[in-house]
């Protein structure tokens, strides 16, 4: 698959990410308000509520995420670049930076599939109403994979960049 073709597959996964992530952010504070009204006003709180409330949190949280994955804004320490000079060194810099980010996320994504397949297995229910874990917990793994496609991508955009200020560079000469 090419570089457009990424960028095709994280589009859809962006609308659908931001789709999600706008309906769970929307349920969350619903529940609690649902909550307090029940708790304050008709003075009959509902039990579990508050064990509801972990699913979607949890969705928010992973969804929110690969969100921060997707567009690179995920938390960096950003002092070497201030003293790169070099474009072409920056270039390099960034690539391994993707690497690392890669790496480590599809590593991390390895062990959250493990974690799916043993939730999936054990199938283990909340206490008060009885959910399934696995809808909250199923979370870390999905999220981490979207994490992982948007390392990747970056990755490759990386790559691509260094190739074409090379080539650029190779063209133009050395000015």
Request: charged share 15%.
């Amino acid at each position: 698959m090419n570089l457009s073709g990424l960028k095709k597959v994280s589009n859809t996964l962006v609308s659908i990410q931001r789709f999600i992530g706008v309906l769970l952010a929307l349920t969350v504070p619903l529940l609690i308000v649902y909550q307090v009204i029940l708790r304050y006003v008709f003075k009959a709180p509902l039990m579990g509520i508050e064990e509801l409330l972990i699913f979607p949190t949890i969705w928010l949280y992973m969804i929110g995420g690969a969100n921060a994955s997707q567009q690179r804004n995920h938390i960096e320490c950003g002092i070497l670049t201030l003293y790169i000079k070099r474009e072409e060194t920056l270039k390099l810099f960034n690539i391994f930076k993707s690497l690392f980010s890669m790496v480590v996320a599809l590593w991390l994504t390895y062990w959250a599939y493990w974690f799916f397949n043993y939730s999936f297995t054990k199938w283990k229910l909340s206490d008060i109403l009885y959910i399934p874990m696995f809808f909250g917990e199923s979370a870390l793994f999905i999220g981490l994979v979207l994490m992982s496609i948007y390392a990747i991508i970056d990755f490759f955009t990386d790559t691509r960049a260094l190739v074409i200020y090379i080539k650029s560079k190779v063209k133009g000469g050395n000015d």
